[in-house]
């Protein structure tokens, strides 16, 4: 099985901040990750694939980099609607697979 | 609209059954690979079982044995039969469409899966 690991597992931050969350994979998943934001009580809501492939009508704020087994997701300037939980998932296998979860809060 | 409805969730005892199901428009389930994912309270997001467009299937090792994912295509509607259900399977579940397109550059020839469409949840609760 492969293994995904979020961090941090939390973390606040201001309107305006530039934030950057890391993923990272317990094998080589060269570019099969993807992520995704999720808001109380809402189903996910896909951001990025492919680990940088912006998803039709997602903000370009939202951005991804990384390949193999390390893996970030960045926003270039907080906006109010985005503080949520943000998850990574591998598409590696099969057998996918999520983090735990960032769960991003209001300072 | 390309859209996913799910229902059939509940309060179940443990060692009991339940079917859930998930109803699409705007595409044909029997055309994608779907996925189910369940989220149990105040925890994370986990992968619970795929149906691939040409009827194979495959499960987490958390249910498999006990779950069992199919569709009725004539319906265009995806189906979890549930049994022997525990505590631990309390949980939102959602389904979703995994989608796949090209990768970037240079993986340009190779697919890449995503679960670009979501329902919005059904609740199931084991207890007794």
């Not at chain 1, 293994?3 to 094998?27: E, H, K, N, W, Y």
Request: charged share 15%.
């Amino acid at each position: 099985d492969i293994q995904m690991t979020q961090s941090p597992s939390s973390l606040s931050a201001s309107v305006g901040d530039r934030v950057i969350f890391t993923c990272r994979a317990s094998q080589s998943i060269t570019n099969y990750l993807n992520w995704y934001q999720q808001k109380p009580g809402k189903a996910p809501k896909l951001l990025i694939y492919a680990a940088s492939i912006l998803h039709s009508g997602v903000p370009s704020r939202f951005s991804g980099g990384g390949s193999g087994t390390d893996f970030t997701l960045t926003i270039s300037s907080l906006q109010p609607e985005d503080f949520a939980t943000y998850y990574c998932q591998q598409s590696f296998n099969t057998f996918a697979s999520f983090g735990q979860g960032t769960k991003l809060e209001i300072k | 609209e390309v859209q996913l409805v799910e229902s059939g969730g509940g309060l179940v005892q443990p060692g009991g059954s339940l079917r859930l199901s998930c109803a699409a428009s705007g595409f044909s389930v029997s055309d994608n690979y779907m996925s189910w994912v369940r989220q149990a309270p105040g925890k994370g997001l986990e992968w619970v079982s795929l149906i691939y467009a040409g009827g194979t299937t495959y499960y987490a090792d958390s249910v498999k044995g006990r779950f069992a994912v199919s569709r009725d295509n004539s319906k265009n509607t995806l189906y979890l039969q549930m049994s022997s259900l525990r505590v631990e399977d309390t949980a939102v579940y959602y389904c979703a469409r995994d989608k796949a397109s090209a990768g970037p550059g240079m993986l340009g020839a190779y697919a890449f899966y995503y679960m670009d469409v979501w329902g919005t949840g059904t609740s199931v609760t084991v207890s007794s």
